[in-house]
């Protein structure tokens, strides 16, 4: 009888486990093999004051289509594109991606308080390099004289389910995608991130850089969230060999 | 010494790739029209981002040994399939199958030519690494 009550709760415990989620990461399975899977199905995870939770890693998919927008260009900026050599996007030696270009690699996002208000928001990011975006949420306003800086200064706020962020003073120095896509100082970006459902986020961007472009324009990128995987070290500059005996004429020793 | 080669590197870059998990274009490097296949004994592994690389001993007919090298995908993204440091070890013996560096240096790029082929849903014969028995090694999964 009470083998029979063991198999009986062993069994159920069975069934139980195999017909939860496939798409949610479960032991033994690797994280690519859940992301395969496709992004988990629920409805958008809360916390107890019932802002949306923002707290799982998140793949961001879909880096900012520029280039349908390359009539938007002005004519120096065009010049630039044009010009730019591919191999020296700044991308291959380890300097930071910004917004909105993205990488194979996630992102998390952290919120400091004090009692219960937000002071900061902080993105890791895992790669291409291993760094983090700050975010002011205390209400400040961005400083009137800014030194260019790769991530320029950001505030950012909730507007219901949506945290926006306001960015300015950027450095011209990142490319927005791999073929060159330039953006200059004057780069003013107005993110939108709402989490869809358990398994998207999506950030719509408004990109206004009237160095660069005849008018503001915005792109989206979607991304999916893993439940369970953590951000990895990722220090590019730890094997990155790019470019080193490998292209022609180079020494092959 | 980056800068040196950006005139060659100007008519090269319009073949150029962009692999689907590569974070840069990889064609400027490896030559995508040359994959060629070497078997030697590992003697390094470096498990590292952004690019994992294997080390290896290969002999050629006149008993001559070269140590060529793989460039796999990131440590980051081989360990969230699952492989880790030690999936291979210095010592065993492996095929590579690669896109050669273009100066014609022993180096292979496997994962630019693993996603072309994943792309054209090739068949598992073609895993960019395998063991003496056929068993593949730190393939995508």
């Known amino acids: 009888m009470r083998k029979l ?15 939860q989620s496939a798409s949610t990461q479960q032991s ?35 880096g900012g289509n520029f280039r349908q927008h390359d009539a938007l260009l002005l004519p120096a ?6 010009k730019r050599d591919v191999t020296q996007d700044p991308h291959n030696f380890c300097m930071p991606d910004v917004v909105p270009r993205t990488t194979p690699f996630p992102i998390r996002f952290f919120f400091n308080y004090t009692h219960k208000t937000p002071t900061h928001m902080v993105i890791v990011h ?63 970006t107005i993110e939108r991130w709402t989490r869809l ?57 | 010494m980056m800068r040196t080669y950006a005139a060659i590197l100007a008519a090269v870059t319009v073949g150029l790739t962009t692999p689907a998990a590569a974070h840069h274009a990889v064609g400027g490097e490896y030559d995508p029209n040359k ?27 006149t008993g001559t040994v070269t140590n060529w090298s793989v460039e796999l995908a990131a440590r980051v993204v081989l360990e969230r399939m699952g492989w880790n440091g030690r999936s291979l070890k210095p010592g065993q013996v492996v095929t590579v199958i690669g896109d050669q560096a273009r100066s014609g240096a022993p180096m292979l790029n496997a994962r630019a030519r693993e996603n072309r082929l994943a792309q054209d849903g090739k068949t598992p014969e073609e895993y960019p690494i395998t063991l003496q028995d056929g068993t593949p090694v730190l393939n995508n999964r």
């Open chain 1, 5 to 19: 009550l063991v198999v009986s709760v062993m069994t159920a415990v069975c069934v139980t486990l195999l017909t």
């Open chain 1, 28 to 62: 033994g399975q690797t994280v690519s093999q859940a992301r395969r899977l496709g992004p988990p199905k629920g409805p958008v995870p809360r916390l107890p004051s019932g802002q949306p939770d923002l707290s799982d890693v998140a793949w961001l998919a879909s």
């Open chain 1, 77 to 82: 900026a065009k010049a630039i594109l044009d």
């Open chain 1, 126 to 188: 895992e790669g291409n390099i291993h760094s983090f975006r700050q975010i002011f949420m205390d209400g400040r306003k961005h400083p009137p004289e800014l030194d260019p800086t790769w991530y320029g200064h950001s505030i950012g706020w909730w507007e219901k389910d949506t945290i926006v962020i306001d960015t300015v003073g950027f450095n011209d120095k990142a490319w927005f995608d791999g073929r060159g896509t330039p953006h200059t100082e004057q780069l003013h």
């Open chain 1, 197 to 253: 459902d358990l398994g998207r986020l999506e950030n719509k961007v408004t990109i206004d850089d009237p160095g660069a472009y005849s008018k503001p324009f915005e792109v989206t990128i979607n991304a999916t969230t893993t439940i369970g995987d953590e951000v990895m070290e990722y220090i590019c500059q730890d094997g990155n060999q790019y470019g080193i005996n490998t292209l022609p004429g180079s020494p092959t020793k």
């Open chain 2, 35 to 61: 994959p060629i296949t070497v078997t030697g004994t590992v003697t390094k592994i470096d498990w590292v981002n952004p690019h994992a690389r294997i080390y290896f001993d290969v002999k050629d007919a």
